[in-house]
């Protein structure tokens, strides 16, 4: 796999579009080279480039730990981890694209695109694109973003783990790796294989562990928590339930015939008051039919006056006919009164019409001389208004480009005035600042000089800060060594055990066989003072081993303080080199030092240069407009002179066409009073229509009159022709009805007329109502014959009670008593019920729980066996048994590159440790520990490291280009030249490196460069040099 261009367009500190092409001249030939730049240049923002373009991830993200989200434009927020953070503020899209040689060979081109809504920077953030070709084949493959990912991975073997472990070497890491505590040493090897799976599964293994010993737990407790009987228990419960079920059977008994004997009673109680109700239902019923006998007689006169029903209404009818045709004829008489009076007037009128006709025709006739004239006049008046409109216009537009000149000249005056006052007190701004007229051409380079030696005095306050934590260590590791020394002596002294059994065995009065004494004083103290002898060879072991790690530890303070002195005096002459550089452009500046040590000499530096060249910029351009604004003035001039002689010109011809306008409309008014002559002839046309008009309806209105009135005529003849047949008709009908009531008794006109009004439907209800009567008379004599024979059947049942003492409250008090027991019983049986039901299923989840308990237990003591072996709550048994297991292959990948680079030395694992040590073949295979290695020998077995895990996470894949973006910025020049000698072995085994650093030895010892050089506002610009 191998890298052939990098390119990208607006990604961090790099503005517009940037690449790199390792095809071409200085970097096709060039072995190593350097990527160089000042700090925050965006000398790392080319790796995340590169990244991007591959795996859509960069490595700056991929570390944030936390999903914290940070402000974006227009109130919005974006994760810290999001890739698309590295879109360059204030552009719309960016890009980052990267040509590889895949594993088989061929060209590939894989693009990552992001670019904000429309395109533009203040649009919301789109979602990132991903676009692959085949350059080899002229092919673009087409997929999703997660299918061209997996396929770039498959191209050049390596996921965005892999690649920034084999790509990117990370040295820098391995060399905290060599001097870490033994307890962070799993975690760094973890961190640098990316082998983490190994603490997960630790962890899952004691959680598993964990999880099946509390289910077991659980289990065990649920079966010792199931509530079951006894044998005699069950045995009790059973008889006692077969004797309450049968007394549960004769209480049933005796309460269904008390119950019956109540319901008895309250049916006797029920059937008298029916009956009672029933008979005083029959007597409303009688009363109601006594009440309604006036009204069956009504019904029957009515009934009998049907036979002369139609004659009766037919003379009524009649006389309705001749009061209406009565009233007709006295309206229409009216009516033909009133048509007479409107015939006379409507011909008084037409009469009028017809004069008003002849006096508008003779008057019309005399003005059509005057109209012909007025007709002339129009057209003249007409054209002169035209030639006066056209020279207003003129006049007007004379003045309006007059006065557009007038003001242009004064804004030119007014903007010539504004730029020399610009120029002025720019010239007088250079004048005061002369001095920084040498300075401003080498900003950058004084930035960049103060930042290195800002860089160093930081190292350097750092490393005597930590001399002084080193010093202060030392002298407390000194004092715990001699007071452990102290203890060793102290521990020395103590008796051994033989000494110690031979003076228990004194007794008090014998002779002592060493001294011969029979006083044995010490033998009263010596079980308070001694130790025993386990506790002895213990204190003695742990004082040994103390006394040895606090030597180990003295050793190294006194070396690390040896090594953090000499780093004090490379920083020291690092910080004096930068700032005498300095000084030979700032010697004008006298203050400079001093705004040094406060940290604002950078900034003043920046803000001084970028006002200088601004003002420069802008006093070029102020005196180009100044020229430019002279020349303008010079022709507005001339243009505002020619403009006010054409405005008189115009004015005066205005004037002309306004007399002649003047003379023609006074003539005009003194015809037809002002008005024109076509409104005149509108006027008359229209007068003659309305006339003829109004006589047309005046005539129509006048026989409309005539022939109304002959229409009344007619209609007056008929309704006098019906009256007198009307009147006849109801003389004969009279005497009929007459007739009819003679023969009555006593019928008289009225009440004939009040029986023959009721309507046939008043009639129908009114029968209704009296059948209905009738009905309920009868039915309600039924009904208290019906309940009276079911009184005697009811009062002869067997059930009837037979004592007078056994009353309705009695037997209920009976029944409430005899249920009370019941209900006792039943609950009784229940109890024992659910007893023996709680048993038979304790019994059987007893059973079907037995099974589980053994697979459970089973399960738990097979995870506790894995837990013992691997398990741990934080993952630390697996994971360093299987880093153990990592660090040997490494080892064996680290030791052929470090043979290659020099062949002085080997790494060998410390047994049972994750630590390392270096054999020393020039010292006859001595064994070294990593602390005595200089910085030199600490960078190559660091290096090897490197390029071991490079090829460990390659799987045997040739990787032709490695970048390393650490380490070199702590070497001194000795330490630089062995690392700079093993890079160049390096490249030599056919592999181009890229050093990324702003080391200046390194830019020395490197002839091609891939320079990020920084401008103004955070802009960096990339340039390919080769001296």
């Known amino acids: ?143 999703k973003k997660i299918e061209l990912l997996t396929h770039i991975t498959g191209l050049i073997g390596f996921s965005f783990g892999q690649f920034t472990r084999a790509v990117l070497l990370t040295q820098g890491d391995f060399a905290t790796f060599l001097k870490a505590k033994q307890s962070e040493k799993a975690e760094l090897l973890e961190k640098l294989t990316g082998t983490t799976i190994y603490s997960r599964i630790s962890i899952a293994i004691y959680e598993k562990s964990k999880k099946a010993e509390q289910d077991l737990s659980l289990l065990e407790e649920r079966i010792k928590n199931i509530e079951v009987l006894s044998e005699e228990q069950t045995e009790q419960l059973k008889e006692e339930k077969k004797a309450i079920d049968e007394k549960i059977t004769n209480l049933k008994k005796t309460i269904a015939l008390l119950v019956e004997k109540i319901n008895w009673i309250k049916q006797d109680i029920l059937l008298r008051h029916e009956l009672a109700e029933s008979q005083k239902q029959l007597a409303d019923s009688q009363k109601k039919m006594d009440e309604a006998k006036p009204r069956y007689q009504y019904i029957r006169q009515i009934e009998s006056v049907q036979e002369i029903r139609d004659s009766f209404r037919t003379l009524q009818q009649s006389k309705k006919q001749w009061e209406e045709s009565e009233s007709n004829l006295s309206k229409n008489e009216n009516d033909q009164q009133a048509n007479a009076s409107l015939l006379e007037q409507a011909k008084q009128a037409l009469s009028a019409c017809e004069k008003e006709q002849k006096d508008v025709d003779d008057l019309f006739a005399k003005m059509e001389p005057e109209i012909l004239k007025a007709r002339e006049l129009d057209v003249q008046l007409k054209s002169a208004a035209t030639n006066d409109t056209e020279a207003q216009k003129e006049v007007e537009t004379a003045k309006l480009s007059k006065e557009k000149l007038e003001k242009n000249l ?294 409309n009159h005539i022939s109304i009135d002959e229409s009344f005529n007619g209609r007056i003849e008929q309704i006098k022709s019906e009256i007198i047949q009307l009147k006849s008709q109801i003389s004969q009908q009279e005497t009929s009805v007459n007739n009819w009531m003679a023969i009555q008794n006593g019928m008289t006109y009225k009440y004939l007329s009040e029986l023959l009004s009721q309507s046939n439907d008043w009639l129908v209800t009114e029968k209704h109502f009296l059948d209905k009567l009738k009905e309920s008379e009868t039915i309600d004599k039924a009904t208290v014959t019906e309940r009276e024979k079911n009184l005697t059947v009811h009062c002869q049942a067997n059930i009837k009670p037979k004592d007078e003492n056994e009353t309705q409250p009695f037997l209920e008090a009976e029944q409430e008593s005899q249920n009370n027991l019941l209900e006792q019983k039943n609950t009784r049986s229940k109890e024992i019920e659910l007893l023996l039901s709680s048993h038979a299923k304790g019994m059987e989840k007893i059973k079907s729980l037995e099974k589980e308990f053994t697979e459970k237990r089973e399960l738990s003591a097979n995870w506790k066996k894995l837990n013992d072996l691997l398990g741990s709550a934080i993952g630390t048994k697996f994971k360093e048994i299987a880093q153990g297991y990592t660090l040997d292959a490494l080892l064996v990948y680290s030791n052929k590159h470090l043979e290659q680079l020099s062949d002085r030395y080997a790494l060998q694992r410390i047994p049972n440790a994750l630590a390392l040590q270096v054999i020393d073949r020039d010292m006859l295979n001595e064994v070294r520990t990593v602390y005595s290695l200089s910085g030199g020998e600490s960078f190559l077995v660091s290096l090897a490291l490197a390029l071991g895990l490079s090829s460990l996470s390659s799987n045997r894949m040739k990787v032709e280009s490695l970048f390393i973006d650490e380490g070199f910025g702590s070497l001194d020049k000795d330490t630089l030249q062995i690392a700079m000698n093993a890079l160049e072995r390096l490249q030599n085994q056919g592999r181009k490196i890229g050093i990324i650093s702003h080391v200046p030895e390194i830019m020395e010892r490197i002839r091609t460069q891939v320079k990020v050089v920084k401008s103004a506002n955070g802009r960096s610009k990339i340039e390919i040099a080769s001296a």
């Open 1 to 143: 796999m191998k890298i052939l261009v990098i390119r990208g367009k607006n990604l961090a500190s790099l503005e517009g579009e940037f690449e790199i092409n390792f095809t071409t001249e200085p970097l096709k030939s060039a072995g190593i080279y350097a990527i160089t730049g000042s700090t925050g240049s965006g000398k790392s923002t080319l790796l995340d480039a590169l990244c991007l373009a591959l795996f859509d991830d960069m490595p700056r993200t991929n570390q944030a730990g936390e999903n914290v989200a940070i402000p974006d434009i227009n109130n919005k927020t974006i994760n810290q981890k999001d890739s698309r953070n590295i879109l360059r503020k204030g552009t719309g899209e960016g890009y980052a694209e990267v040509e590889f040689m895949s594993l088989a060979g061929e060209r590939f081109r894989s693009t990552w695109l992001v670019k904000r809504a429309k395109g533009k920077a203040n649009g919301s953030l789109q979602n990132s694109e991903m676009r692959l070709a085949n350059l080899s084949a002229n092919v673009e493959i087409q997929g």
């Open 410 to 703: 004064a804004s030119l005056l007014k903007e010539k005035s504004s730029v020399q006052t610009n120029i002025d007190e720019l010239n007088r701004w250079f004048e005061q600042f002369k001095t920084f007229a040498e300075i401003a051409p080498h900003t950058d380079l004084l930035v960049s000089l103060l930042n290195d030696a800002q860089i160093a005095i930081e190292q350097l306050e750092n490393k005597r800060q930590l001399i002084e934590k080193e010093q202060s260590l030392l002298e407390k590791d000194n004092k715990k060594l001699e007071i452990l020394r102290q203890e060793t002596d102290r521990l020395n002294k103590e008796l051994p055990t033989e000494i110690t059994a031979l003076r228990e065995k004194l007794q008090e009065g014998v002779p002592c066989p060493v001294c011969g004494s029979i006083h044995h004083p010490l033998q009263r103290n010596n079980e308070s003072s001694r130790l025993k002898e386990e506790e002895l060879i213990k204190a003695k072991q742990t004082n040994f081993e103390q006394i040895n790690a606090l030597v180990e530890n003295v050793e190294k303070e006194k070396n690390h303080i040896i090594q953090l002195t000499a780093l004090t005096e490379t920083y020291t002459k690092q910080a004096a080199e930068a700032l005498a550089k300095t000084d030979e452009y700032l010697f004008v500046w006298s203050s400079w030092k001093e705004l040094f040590k406060q940290g604002a000499l950078q900034k003043r530096l920046k803000e001084q240069s970028e006002k200088w060249n601004k003002n420069t910029n802008t006093l070029t351009l102020l005196k180009r407009t100044g020229d430019n604004l002279d020349i303008n003035i010079l022709n507005e001039q001339k243009n505002l002179q020619e403009a006010n002689q054409i405005f008189e010109i115009q004015k005066q011809k205005q004037i002309q066409t306004e007399t002649i306008l003047t003379r023609f409309f006074e003539e005009r008014k003194k015809l037809l009073n002002g008005k024109s002559a076509d409104e005149t002839a509108r006027y008359q046309v229209n007068k003659k229509l309305e006339i003829a008009k109004k006589l047309k309806l005046l005539t129509d209105k006048k026989n």
